[in-house]
């Protein structure tokens, strides 16, 4: 074999070290990209979730002030007579 031979060889073995690198890392990055697109999914039912839960809490502020006007009211009723 020759220099120029070897060269050859070399520079084969090579590409095909990049190449399998390559593949390597263009597999990580497609898993990676479907994480990141259900992490996205999850995150949004969070948010859909939480949306529903504050719009399901507003009346309990409404309703305790109602009650305590209510108590009060009665609470100067029953004083009065």
């Not at 999914?41 to 399901?56: F, G, I, N, P, V």
């Amino acid at each position: 074999m020759t220099e120029h031979d070897d060269v050859a060889l070399e520079l084969a073995r090579l590409h095909s070290s990049v190449e399998a690198g390559f593949a390597r890392l263009d597999g990580r990055l497609d898993l990676l990209t479907q994480k990141d697109d259900q992490t996205d999914k999850a995150l949004a039912d969070h948010e859909q979730r939480l949306a529903a839960l504050e719009r399901a809490r507003w009346p309990l502020p409404s309703l305790a002030v109602i009650i305590g006007g209510a108590g009060c009211a009665l609470s100067a009723w029953q004083l009065i007579h």
